[in-house]
């Protein structure tokens, strides 16, 4: 079946310092849409971005990502981390043909930013 | 807009006991999804409805697990006879079809605790 795996559980960064969260998914499906939530300490996930189309770069609030199907890829970026950043982000997704709006939930990655 | 709702916010049951979740989704939204929030497991997909109607709930404990749409205003997520591993953090969240882009808005999610 469809999965997603985020490596890490926690990461822990200076502030300044360039962040990145690893995403890899696994899919049958030829459309796949790859998601960023992020959520904050006491509140529900929101959505940071989202792509499907491969090699593009997207980005919103100072993060980005690429979605490379080759490598089955969604890795989250930022070039300095505040410390507003830290949050639980989870990388998701879904088919855009198929089932269109499930989406399957990395185990998520804490993200934790120090003066 | 109100966004989603959930009640309660907080809920302890004793072992056994029966447990029900409501959920009211955005208005205009015609799919609402229920995920259930752990540490260790993350966000995991139990079931979906579009429309009102079932679409996907494998992600359901069958035996003591269901979940209704009675409405397109309001959706319930049942537990009966309630274990300690059914303690999370249960999420309602909905989104629109037509269009969709598989963007998820989530409700602040109901606590569960089984003592």
């Known amino acids: 079946g469809d999965s997603v795996t985020q490596t890490e559980g926690l990461v822990t960064l200076t502030e300044g310092l360039p962040v990145m969260l690893n995403c890899t998914y696994q899919?049958?499906?030829?459309?796949?849409?790859l998601f960023w939530y992020v959520q904050h300490l006491n509140e529900s996930p929101r959505l940071l971005l989202k792509?499907?189309?491969?090699?593009k770069r997207t980005e919103h609030q100072g993060f980005h990502a690429t979605l490379h199907k080759s490598s089955s890829s969604f890795h989250l970026q930022k070039s300095s981390a505040q410390l507003s950043d830290s949050a639980l982000y989870y990388c998701?997704?879904?088919?855009?043909?198929?089932?269109?709006?499930?989406?399957?939930f990395g185990q998520g990655t804490k993200l934790s930013i120090k003066p | 807009n109100a966004g989603v709702i959930q009640t309660p916010r907080h809920k302890v049951t004793g072992k056994g006991q029966e447990a029900t979740l409501w959920c009211e989704p955005i208005?205009?939204?015609?799919?609402v999804f229920w995920y259930r929030q752990t540490i260790v497991q993350g966000l995991e997909f139990l079931t979906y409805?579009?429309?009102?109607?079932?679409?996907?709930d494998s992600g359901m404990p069958k035996e003591r697990f269901s979940a209704q749409m009675p409405n397109q205003s309001h959706s319930t997520l049942k537990i009966q006879s309630t274990q300690p591993q059914d303690s999370a953090v249960y999420l309602c969240?909905?989104?629109?079809?037509?269009?969709?882009?598989?963007?998820?808005?989530f409700g602040e999610g109901s606590k569960l605790t089984v003592l």
């Open positions: 969240a909905s989104s629109a079809h037509r269009g969709n882009t598989g963007q998820l808005y």
């Open positions: 899919t049958i499906y030829s459309n796949p849409f």
């Open positions: 792509s499907f189309t491969d090699n």
């Open positions: 998701a997704l879904s088919d855009m043909n198929y089932n269109q709006g499930k989406l399957i």
């Open positions: 208005s205009g939204h015609s799919a």
């Open positions: 409805f579009r429309n009102q109607a079932p679409i996907d």
